[in-house]
């Protein structure tokens, strides 16, 4: 059979912070003659390069880069919708320049909401972020622990709200149940109920501007996860923040600072709760701010407070790093599993950066080529060890759904979650005794019923 390229391809770069999410963007780029899209919350903001750690000229080599460093501290933060509409916009503009859309970002819920037309997420509030993005999570289980405990709990209460998901999941599949519990809670309807709409919708063929809206579902979209182990990147965050300093961030701070002071004495305060006014770099330094600026501070304490702003903000970075992996595990592969798209999700081990080319770069190219020309694509997982243990762990039931099914014995009232279990079950003594007796009182009672039936007929002749 001929090879068929996907319609409309789009490539989609996502990661923790740290890991060469935009290194490998442009890479791909350079090769298959693509475009970026910023998908960085942070890095749409003008000005202030180093405090969001902005791809600079000579990184982009040549290559392209929209929505980055174009909105000013005094314009109104972006939206998601907005995002997702203008985004929109640049992949349709791209692909009519015959070039290929590369969308790459560490603001996974902006990315998300692009790639799924009715995503099912527990959206946070309006404001979409560097914190409120990837603090959703831990919101959700401090407004709901129910989600945060036993798998067994979180069934049952799933089998009173939503029984229709609860029989659909195998009963040990956490993050699927977790997942349509969650919706529920934080939405007020079934899960089941909203999938049905969904569905509904895609029969109709909802499009946008004659495009359609979901782009992961049709198979036109591939994703790379560039992951680092933990403890390498928390050693490279630390310096990355370390480099930071040497390169001017308290500078941006207190031009920051002053932004906000004229705006204060303006009479026109500025919404510290959004934007870029949430970004890791200035929170933190805000307590040696206001020390410095009261000119009251001895040296000795402004230079400890200094020193305790560069921890806090390494913490803070090493956090939010957390947060950016745990948003992919726990909502984008679950967006993904419902698409039947997790096949499309390729994680590549960027842990030792000296190999970057090596088992980075030439992996994501050589999959994304047989992907461009419709070739058949290498199981996500045999592209390294690290993406053996986090697409196709061992004890994941949840990450191979095609291998596990429900199937409930009536005699027995048992039920199967997968066809070896289920043919043990069948093959069992218990069951087979059961079922020879059940079948012995249904073949005496069908005996009873000829047995009067004749008795009807003799006294009827």
């Known amino acids: 059979m001929a090879a068929k390229p996907p319609k409309d391809p ?21 090769r298959f003659n693509g475009e970026i899209i910023n998908g960085d919350a942070m890095q749409m903001y003008d000005g ?3 405090i969001t750690n902005k791809i600079t000229i000579e990184e982009q080599q040549g290559i392209p880069h929209h929505l980055l460093g174009f909105i000013a501290l005094n314009e109104e933060p972006w939206r998601v919708g907005l995002f997702k509409k203008k985004a929109g916009q640049i992949i349709r503009e791209i692909r009519l320049r015959g070039r290929l859309p590369i969308v790459v970002g560490g603001t996974h819920y902006y990315t998300q909401s692009l790639l799924f037309e009715d995503s099912l997420l527990g959206k946070p509030d309006e404001r979409e972020e560097q914190d409120s993005t990837v603090y959703s999570n831990e919101e959700v289980l401090e407004k709901f622990p129910i989600l945060g405990g036993p798998t067994e709990i979180m069934i049952e209460r799933l089998r009173e709200v939503d029984p229709v998901m609860a029989d659909r999941w195998h009963p040990k599949d956490r993050r699927k149940i977790r997942r349509s519990l969650e919706i529920f809670l934080t939405t007020g309807r079934k899960a089941s109920e909203l999938y049905a709409e969904q569905k509904k919708r895609k029969l109709h ?15 036109s979209t591939l994703l790379f996860w560039v992951h680092a182990r933990s403890e390498t990147l928390k050693q490279r965050l630390d310096t990355r923040v370390d480099k930071m300093i040497d390169a001017g961030l308290l500078d941006e701070v207190k031009l920051m600072a002053g932004f906000l002071k004229v705006h204060s004495q303006a009479g026109s305060p500025v919404d510290r709760t959004r934007g870029i006014w949430v970004s890791i770099g200035w929170k933190e330094f805000e307590a040696y701010l206001k020390a410095f600026g009261t000119g009251t501070t001895s040296q000795e304490d402004l230079l400890k407070l200094h020193d305790l702003s560069i921890e806090q903000t390494k913490a803070a970075t090493r956090q939010y790093a957390k947060r950016q992996v745990r948003w992919i595990r726990l909502n984008l592969m679950t967006a993904l ?48 060890q690290a993406a053996q243990n986090i697409l196709a762990p061992t004890d994941g039931l949840d990450e191979k759904p095609d291998v596990w099914f429900r199937q409930e014995c009536e005699v027995c009232h048992m039920v199967a979650v997968n066809n070896i279990q289920w043919q043990t079950h069948l093959k069992s003594r218990r069951h087979r005794a059961l079922v020879k007796k059940k079948q012995k009182n249904e073949a005496s009672g069908r005996s009873s019923n000829l047995k009067d039936e004749s008795i009807s007929a003799e006294d009827t002749s």
């Open 337 to 384: 599993s419902d698409e039947n798209a997790l096949n499309k999700l390729y994680l590549l081990d960027g842990t030792d950066i000296s190999r970057w080319t090596e088992v980075v770069s030439d992996p994501a190219i050589d999959v994304a080529a047989r992907f461009l020309e419709g070739s058949e694509l290498p199981p996500p997982y045999e592209l390294s």
């Open 48 to 50: 202030l390069p180093i």
């Open 10 to 30: 789009l490539l989609v770069v996502l990661g923790a912070t740290g890991t060469g999410k935009s290194q490998l963007a442009v890479d791909l780029a350079k």
């Open 205 to 219: 063929g909802d499009v946008e501007n004659g495009n359609s809206t979901n782009v992961v579902g049709d198979g």
